[in-house]
């Protein structure tokens, strides 16, 4: 089982980036995937979530970023727009078990983690 994140990289404040979260050895359509972040310094921070129902986004990134899925594909997405450089982190993607209990938000629910992929946003 595992998870590749990928499609990091640099980009100037008020750009766009999409990552992506590729897993193998189990279907993503059975897990909830959230996505989830650490800036130097800083604690890992949940960013977005989403299950078979709608998604769900943190204050700070939502109606910027969105969490398209391809479940044929078996990967998802983490679309960035209008980027900030308080967004500049390493970005992990993570899975759990669909009926999982507790919060959703919370990382140590999770079962399975990909790399992270860093997304610095410059001023």
């Known amino acids: 089982v595992q998870l590749q994140a990928s499609g990091g990289g640099l980009v100037q404040a008020g750009g766009s980036l999409r990552l992506s979260c590729a897993a193998s050895?189990?279907?993503?359509?059975?897990?909830?995937v959230g996505w989830f972040r650490q800036a130097p310094g800083k604690e890992r921070e949940f960013v977005a979530h989403i299950t078979s129902g709608s998604p769900y986004y943190t204050d700070s990134v939502a109606g910027r970023f969105t969490i398209p899925r391809d479940n044929a594909g078996n990967t998802v997405y983490l679309q960035m727009n209008s980027l900030k450089p308080e967004d500049t982190a390493v970005y992990y993607c993570?899975?759990?078990?669909?009926?999982?209990?507790?919060?959703?938000?919370?990382?140590?629910?999770?079962?399975?983690w990909g790399q992270g992929t860093l997304v610095t946003v410059s001023s």
């Open positions: 050895g189990f279907t993503f359509s059975s897990y909830t």
């Open positions: 993570a899975a759990r078990y669909k009926n999982r209990g507790g919060s959703t938000a919370n990382a140590n629910t999770y079962n399975y």
